[in-house]
């Protein structure tokens, strides 16, 4: 009974995203303002409904409903109850009923915090969203039913693959899929504002908030994807260019590119044909990561399911979106205004620099990823591309992107001094090459690598330290974007520097040891000291008991384990792993050696600064979060779309405060500028003040920035 | 006007990519033992008759089918090789591939005599129980023989042309669509030549 209400939920959330689809568009186009009113109650029904289904299938594996095929497939009744929760996504259909319930939740939020906007344009952004969730509800109903039922019901399931039966893997894809999801948000804000042709200074303000939550979810699911890998997969890599990691890395990189790329538009009203095409490409890669994952056109490692005419649905789901919006776009870009003159040296340059070349890297890893699937098509072979070439094509082009990361927030808009730049950043860019020389020879052996590696990490921590610092001497509130960049750039030291640390100093043996045997990583001795069978709720294992001695104490014991679960005989291997903050010891057991029980094959490693990767990517999230809930992103959407000339200038006054804080909280407030600060502010009122009108005014691209 | 149709134009490729890239398998994997001698062995059979080696087939085409009692797939695959073996003159041989497996033997305390007898008696019953299409089995316990020939997963099946060369190599079930479409017209040609 639980099933087919569920089915019948999805059903009718169907329906209601059609009509959340169509009327408010229609309504947009014809000025019928009853049907554009539509969107947000269609949102909020289409937000419940899914919800219920999900409800129901969730109702399904807690009361161990077998009967239901997708259950028996994926649960037990031994599996653990936090795990049934996460078995709801252990599987494809599961997963598409996670991605259509955050669409929802996105599109409901984007409802409930869009009050203030115009209804022309919250209208159109909403039926796009009930677009996306009409071709993924569609999806789920014809190709991926999770409420099926087999009967008779068989007497128990087939249990969670135990790969995923780990608190990581609990919260690793939901977070992805909410990244990947809020993506969507932004494409709307896009779309819509290429319909209404309308690119202008408040559009790229309303996606701004959006796009860096997004980022935050998409870098955190990431990370998790990352730290869950490398625990639970028991070989010690962290990153393998899994086309399933590229699928989640590529979107990503566009939104980094998206984020910086707002700003330009934002402030200076520039790049915003660019702007607006990241933001399509940023949706566009999240579908073409799930194409990817869920057709099965590419091996991975993550090969849950493949299946072709699910394939072929998404392709052709992935054809309408994109190619509809990048048609929408070839139609209305070229008549988009240019953004305010910008000297060559000056922050939107940098800003530039950043889109390029992050754009370049994720086409660098698009066409890795998907050269196999190209060759094979030609019919010129079959071959894989590995880590080498991601490596060398990655590397190169992160190594100038961390240098102009300091530049780039030190530079002024418009145009800035070389000799002022280089005055000011002279002393951390010595101490960073100094120290970057040296820490190699600390840490271990002298590399050209190590040395690049620790002095951009340096070169990025210290000088965003720097713009701290300085920045806390002077008076004034500091806005929550100025956190926000700040945090997420430190971050990003943090994790060059762990990057750098553990792939210039790990240290790998593979051993094989008998009870009494050891294994020394100097200054680390490991002791096997037993090997036990333990017996856990659904599996069973064998145990070893690890001492690691250092200088004569031990200071640590480690239990990796081999598990064998029950209901499906598949080995697992759970490594055991003592982590500080400048290192992990790891050891992961393997087999037992042929022709003899006594002996193990073993591997251990030393693996200094992994923990800063999750340190890092932890304190990247947080700057995503502090940035998104910058006050000033809530005042100016409260004081409101302007809707006559006479409110405009009102609001002109609200707003000027505000504007204030936007200069203080993104440029280096340097004393020596303050005169240039009164001059700049004025112009950007202004345009403010333009693009205000030109939002009811006139329905052409013509908009702010051009002073 | 024309550099904002990039995108488009690209998209657009890269879509006809992926199409193109779904009717593939990225599973299928070319051998590179095509168009190679088949590597030789000598082994014993299944029944106990005299030693197998692949110069025995010399002048014929012929078949070999690596299977084992313990693989799902070739029980799959195994009526289809039945109704082809009595359908088509060619000879199958069979490839028993490490029927015994480390879990059979924890403590490896069975003799090779031992072994060969048990893996023996298991596949005559398995075969008495869904059909025998080969015209005769060898025993490959340790699978050096699997390794020669690059076996990647059970079951597979390899075409030898009548001088002892590598025509084709079919990864995981044979089904009666890759029969009729692939394996027939290629035993046809090379018995015509």
Not at chain 1, 13 to 21: G, M, N
Not at chain 1, 620 to 640: I, K, N, P
Not at chain 2, 6 to 20: R, S
Request: hydrophobic share 50%.
């Amino acid at each position: 009974m639980i099933a087919e209400l569920g089915q019948f939920a999805l059903i009718l959330a169907l329906i209601v995203a059609f009509i959340q689809f169509a009327l408010p568009m229609a309504g947009s186009l014809t000025k019928q303002h009853a049907w554009q009113y539509l969107g947000r109650p269609t949102a909020w029904l289409q937000c419940a409904l899914v919800a219920t289904a999900y409800a129901c299938l969730l109702t399904g594996f807690l009361s161990d409903d077998f009967s239901i095929t997708y259950v028996a497939d994926h649960s037990n009744h031994l599996l653990p109850t936090p795990y049934k929760f996460a078995a709801v996504w252990g599987g494809h259909e599961g997963s598409l009923m996670l991605w259509v319930l955050f669409l929802a939740i996105w599109t409901s939020l984007v409802a409930y915090f869009s009050k203030s906007l115009p209804i022309g344009i919250i209208s159109r952004v909403l039926s796009v969203l009930g677009f996306i969730s009409v071709g993924f509800l569609l999806f789920i109903l014809f190709t991926s039913n999770p409420f099926l039922r087999s009967l008779p019901a068989p007497l128990d399931g087939h249990d969670l693959n135990p790969l995923l039966q780990d608190p990581g893997l609990v919260i690793h894809p939901p977070m992805l899929y909410m990244g990947y999801v809020g993506m969507s948000v932004a494409f709307a804000f896009a779309i819509a504002a290429l319909i209404t042709g309308r690119l202008d200074s408040a559009w790229s303000r309303w996606s701004r908030p959006w796009t860096v939550i997004a980022w935050s979810f998409l870098t955190l699911g990431i990370g998790l994807g990352s730290w869950w890998a490398y625990y639970e997969l028991g070989w010690g890599g962290w990153w393998f260019w899994d086309p399933v990691e590229n699928a989640s890395l590529m979107p990503w990189l566009v939104s980094t590119a998206l984020i910086h790329s707002l700003m330009v538009t934002e402030k200076r009203g520039g790049f915003k044909a660019w702007t607006v095409l990241l933001a399509i490409a940023a949706f566009s890669l999240s579908l073409l990561g799930t194409f990817l994952v869920r057709s099965g056109v590419l091996t991975s490692v993550h090969a849950f399911a493949s299946d072709p005419t699910r394939g072929v649905f998404v392709l052709c789901f992935l054809a309408v979106v994109v190619g509809s919006s990048l048609t929408l776009f070839a139609w209305r870009a070229p008549q988009v205004t240019l953004g305010g003159s910008m000297g060559l040296l000056s922050r939107e340059t940098f800003l530039l620099l950043n889109s390029v070349l992050l754009s370049v890297a994720t086409a660098a890893v698009l066409l890795g990823t998907l050269y196999p699937l190209v060759i094979d098509a030609l019919n010129l072979g079959k071959l894989s591309v590995g880590p080498p070439y991601f490596n060398l094509v990655f590397a190169p082009l992160m190594v100038p992107l961390l240098f102009i990361l300091i530049p780039g927030t030190v530079a002024k808009w418009r145009s800035a001094s070389l000799p002022d730049m280089v005055n000011h950043l002279k002393w951390i860019a010595i101490f960073s090459v100094v120290l970057g020389a040296c820490l190699p020879f600390l840490l271990g052996e002298w590399s050209i690598g190590a040395f690049i590696g620790w002095t951009l990490g340096l070169w990025v921590g210290l000088g965003t330290l720097q713009h701290i610092f300085e920045r806390a001497l002077k008076p004034g509130r500091i806005g929550g974007s100025f956190w926000g960049m700040q945090f997420a750039h430190l971050g990003l030291a943090i994790v060059v520097m762990g990057v750098t640390g553990v792939k210039s100093f790990e240290v790998e043996k593979d051993v094989k040891m008998s009870v009494g045997d050891e294994v020394t990583i100097a200054p680390y001795v490991f002791k096997l000291n037993d090997i036990t069978e333990v017996t856990g709720p659904n599996y069973k294992a064998f145990q070893a008991q690890i001492d690691v001695v250092k200088s004569g104490e031990i200071i640590e014991q480690l239990k990796p384990e081999k598990r064998r679960y029950l209901s499906s005989a598949m080995p697992m291997t759970e490594a055991a792993i003592s982590t500080n903050l400048w290192r992990d010891l790891y050891v992961s057991l393997g087999d037992p050696l042929p022709g003899d029980l006594h002996q193990w094959s073993m591997r251990v490693y030393y693996k200094p600064f992994v923990p800063w990767l999750w340190v890092g990517v932890l304190i990247m999230v947080l700057g995503g979060v502090l940035a998104a809930f910058d006050r000033r992103y809530r005042r100016v959407s409260s004081s409101g779309p302007l809707q006559t000339a006479a409110q405009a200038v009102s609001s002109l006054n609200a707003q000027a405060p505000s504007l204030k804080d936007q200069f203080f909280s993104d440029q280096v407030g340097n004393s020596a500028h303050n005169l240039s600060t009164v001059q700049d502010q004025n112009p950007d009122i202004t345009s403010e003040h333009n693009s205000s009108l030109n939002e009811n005014s006139s329905p052409n691209l013509n908009s702010s920035g051009a002073h | 006007m024309k550099k904002f149709l990039i995108p488009l134009v690209l998209f657009g490729v890269l879509v006809l990519f992926l199409a193109v890239g779904l009717k593939r398998d990225p599973h299928e994997i070319p051998s590179p033992l095509i168009n190679k001698a088949a590597p030789d062995f000598s082994l014993q059979t299944l029944t106990g008759t005299a030693p197998f080696s692949p110069q025995d087939l010399k002048g014929k085409v012929w078949m070999l089918n690596v299977w084992a009692t313990w693989c799902v797939s070739c029980r799959e695959e195994h009526p289809v090789l039945v109704a082809f073996s009595k359908q088509i003159g060619v000879p199958i041989v069979g490839l028993s591939y490490k029927e015994i497996q480390p879990q059979d033997d924890p403590e490896k305390k069975l003799s090779t005599e031992a072994l060969l007898k048990l893996a023996r008696s298991r596949g005559s019953v398995w075969l008495e129980r869904h059909g025998n299409p080969y015209t005769l089995s060898v025993m490959d316990l340790d699978g050096r023989v699997g390794i020669d020939y690059g076996v990647y997963g059970v079951p597979e099946t390899y075409i030898i042309d009548k001088n002892g060369v590598i025509r084709y190599k079919q990864i995981g079930p044979v089904t009666p669509q890759t029969l009729s479409e692939t394996i027939i017209p290629i035993i046809k040609g090379l018995e015509n030549s």
